[in-house]
C-alpha cells in the first residue's frame, strides 16, 4: 500500500471547561484504506469525528485532507471538499421516502447551492434515475417509496450510505455504522462497506471487534481522548496497553 | 403571551406535522389532486364572495389569510417561530399607507412598496434571528418587532397613535379606479390569490425540498454540504415579503395603518390563526383566519369578551383537532392540503 496520506491530523485537541476531551491526537489515514478508530466508552471517538468534519471547532491542533488545510472550514465545506461523514444515531430523512432521502443528496451534487424556489419540484426527477441506482446498490429497491422513518434499523444504515455516497465523496467517516444491530444486518453492512471502500477511502468507529477485524485495514486506538496504539488489528489487539484499556489492570 | 407561550410548544411538533403527508414516492402526486381541487374551489368562493358578503369583511379576511399563510411558511415548512410577523405586517401597512397618501403613488406601486420594506425588514431580522434556534429564535423576533413597534410610535411619519388615516386607494396603474369597496376587492382577491399560488409553488419548489429536509434532520443537511442558514434566511425573507403584501393590501382596504398592526398581539394573533387552521398545510392558515376574523367581528357585541370566546375557540381546536381543522381533514383523506 502507498504511503499517500489522505486525511492527517496533528495535535487535534478538544477542551470543553476543564475536561480534555480529545488531547493531542495525531491520526493519518492511507488513501483507499479502511481505517477504524476504536477505544472503550469515552475515549474520544465521537469528538475525534466531530472534530475531523467540524462540526466542533478544535481547540488546538491541524487537520489536512487531501493536500489542503481544513482546519477552519465551516462543516458544509468540508463534506463540499469531499469528506462526508455518517451519525452514530442514524441521520435519514424520516418524513421522506427512500429515493427523495437520495435525491436531496444528488440535488447538492448536482444543482449545487441553488435556491430556486420558483422551479417546481418536477425539475428533480431528472435524477430519479441515479437515485435509484445507488438505491438499489445498498440493496433497497424495494423500498423505494415507503416514508424512511418506517425502514428497519438497518435498512436506514443503509440508506444513509447510499445518500452518502450520492456526494461521491472522497473519504466517508462513518460513526458506529454497525450500532445497534442485528446479525444478518451487520453481515449485509459491512459488505456494502467492502464494496464502497473500493476507490474510497473509509474511517470509522466502531464496537463491533470482529468487524473491526475483518474490515479494517490499520487501527488506531484511542483511551481517554490520547492515541493509545496504532496498527494493524493483530498487532493491536495484542498490545498489553489495549487490554488493559479494554479490560482493566489484572490483579496481581 | 398565552399565544406566544402556547404556539411555542407546539413548535415541535409543528415540525413533525408539516412533514406528516402521507408517505407518497412524489409529494406533487399528492399536491396534484387534493390540494388542486380545493384552490379550484378556493377560487371560486373568492369570485361568488363580494355579491353574497360585505366586500369589505372578506378582504379583511383575505388580508389576514394571506398573513397567516405567509407566516406558515416559515412556520409550517420552514420550521421557524417568530414571534414579530406584526413587523412586516405593519411596517408593509406603514409603508403602502404613506406611499399612497403622501407620495400619490399608485395603488400597485403602494403595494410593491410595502412588500419590498417587509422583505428588507425580514433580511435584517432574519439574518440576526437564524443564528439562534427555537425559543430563542423566537425570542429574538419578538424583540426586534417591539423596537420597531417603538419606533412606529415616535416615528413622524407613522403618526403616532393617530396612525396613518384617509388613505386614498387611488387608481390601479393610474387608469382603472379602485375606490370603491367592490372594485378593490378584484385587486385584493388576485392578489390573494397570487400570494397562495406563489407559497404553494415554493414549497414544491426544489428549495422546498430542501427545507423540508432541514425541518426533518439539519444536522444531516450540514453534513450533506448544505449551508442550510442561507436557506432558512431566504424562507424568512419570503415569509416576511408575503406578510408585507398581505400588510400593504390592508391598508388601501381599510384606507387606514395603525399601531395595532405593529403590536406583538398581532404577531400573536397570527399564530393562533396558523395553529387553528393547521400548520404545515397550505389551505389550513386560510381556514383559521376565517375562524378568527369572523368570530372578532361576529362576536363583537360581547365586546371584551371577545377575547374569551377566541380562547374557548382555541381551547377547544386544541382539543378537538390537535392537527389543526384542515390539518385533521387532510390526514381523514389520507393526503395533503
Known sequence: MSDDIILEASGLSKRFGGFDAVGGVDIKVRRGSIHALIGPNGAGKTTCFNLLTKFHQPTAGQIRFDGRDITSLAPADVALAGLVRSFQISAVFGEMSVLENVR???QRRHRGSSFDFWRTERTLRSLDGKAAHLIEAVGLASHISRRAGELSYGRKRA?????????????????????????????RTAELIRTVSTDRTI?????????????????????????????????VSTDPRVVEAYIGVPHA | MNAATTATNTVTSGRALAGQAPGLLHEDAGEGRGQGIALIALAAALVAAPFLVYPVFVMKLLCFALFACAFNLLLGFGGLLSIGHALFFGFASYTSAHASKAWGLTPELSIAAGTLVAAALGLLVGSLAIRRQGIYLAMITLALAQMGYFVALQAPFTGGEDGIQGVPRGALLGVLDVSSDFSLYWLVAGLFMAGILCMRRIVHSPFGQVLKAIRDNEPRMVSLGYKVDRYKLLVFVLSAALSGLAGAMK?????????????????GEV??????????????????????????????????????AQGAIFVACVVLFRKGIVGTLADRLGRPL
Do not use: C
Open chain 1, 104 to 106: 436531496i443528496a444528488l
Open chain 1, 159 to 187: 440508506l444513509e450510505i447510499a445518500t452518502t455516497l450520492a456526494l461521491d465523496p472522497k473519504m466517508l467517516l462513518l460513526d458506529e455504522p454497525m450500532a445497534g444491530m442485528g446479525h444478518e444486518d451487520i453481515d
Open chain 1, 203 to 235: 474511517l470509522m468507529v466502531e464496537h463491533n471487534l470482529s468487524v473491526v477485524s475483518s474490515l479494517s485495514d490499520r487501527i488506531t486506538v484511542l483511551s481517554r481522548g490520547k492515541v493509545l496504539a496504532e496498527g494493524a488489528y493483530a498487532d
Open chain 2, 251 to 267: 391598508a388601501l382596504v381599510f384606507q387606514f395603518a395603525s399601531l395595532v398592526d405593529v403590536y406583538w398581539t398581532m404577531s
Open chain 2, 271 to 308: 399564530i393562533l390563526m396558523t395553529l387553528i387552521g393547521g400548520v404545515g398545510t397550505i389551505l389550513g392558515p386560510i381556514v383559521g383566519a376565517a375562524v378568527i376574523v369572523s368570530a372578532q367581528s361576529y362576536l363583537s357585541s360581547l365586546g371584551a369578551w371577545v377575547v374569551v
